[in-house]
């Protein structure tokens, strides 16, 4: 596997997962939970760097220049040419803007999607320095868990993890690692942009209850009252 060339990145926002392509309009786009929390993230202003694996293809030359536009970088993300770039099929947009989650019925999910492997995740977080907020946008197995945590302890950072749905918490995690449970389905994106525009907001201090509000609010959610 190879690394994108470059040298090593200083950046605030690392966000670890394995980014999909989605298919519009003949173009390859980022999608996946991974891809458009780092893209909303980067929406937000702030300077993001995308961990992780992808193919070494066609596809995946789509999917970079895709992160690259929406200012994310991949300096951490390996390139493996043993594996495809793992693809969804967009519907119609029916004139809505592809590179918008939420505008259509969600696509169909790709066929397989690979797990992240925890040798990839640390070689790829070597390439950066001064992360501020670490987001480990799928859930994961315990030694990808392991590196995520040691990771932000070493940088100071705050840790956001995403578990699925009823899963026990991994060990060792930071005391103030933040956790959100995945949902079930999220191919319209909606997820993902909360978790980058929270990521975002913690990095520029807001505090952790008032960056969720604000999160959820800039998605049209509303917080449920209380009994």
């Known amino acids: 596997m190879r690394a994108e060339p470059g040298a090593y990145a200083a950046t605030v926002i690392v966000v670890i997962g394995t980014p999909l392509g989605r298919l519009q309009d003949e173009e390859v786009v980022g999608a996946g939970t991974a891809a458009w929390a780092a893209l909303a993230a980067a929406a937000a202003g702030r300077d993001v760097q995308l961990a992780g694996r992808t193919g ?22 390996l390139r493996d040419p043993t594996r495809p770039t793992p693809l969804e099929a967009a519907p119609p947009t029916d004139g809505a803007d592809p590179s918008s989650p939420g505008d259509a019925e969600p696509p169909p999910a790709p066929t397989s999607r690979p797990t992240l492997d925890a040798a990839d995740v640390e070689l790829g977080l070597r390439y950066l320095a001064d ?18 945590a040691d990771a932000a302890r070493w940088n100071g950072a705050q840790l956001l993890i995403v578990v699925d749905a009823g899963a026990d918490l991994p060990d060792g ?15 319209d994106g909606v997820f993902a942009t909360l978790l980058g525009t929270f990521a975002a907001a913690l990095d520029d201090g807001t505090d952790p209850g008032e960056a969720f509000r604000s999160s959820i609010a800039a998605e049209g959610w509303t917080e449920a009252s209380p009994d």
Do not use: C, K
């Not at 596809?59 to 895709?66: E, W």
């Not at 992360?131 to 995520?148: H, I, K, N, S, T």
């Open 173 to 187: 995690l930071p005391a103030d690692a933040i956790v959100f449970e995945a949902p079930a389905d999220d191919r």
């Open 56 to 77: 070494d293809d066609p596809a995946s030359d789509g999917l970079l220049l895709s992160l690259t536009r929406g200012g994310v970088g991949h300096v951490a993300l």
């Open 131 to 148: 992360v501020d907020v670490l987001v480990l946008a799928e859930p994961a197995g315990q030694d990808v868990v392991r590196v995520a």
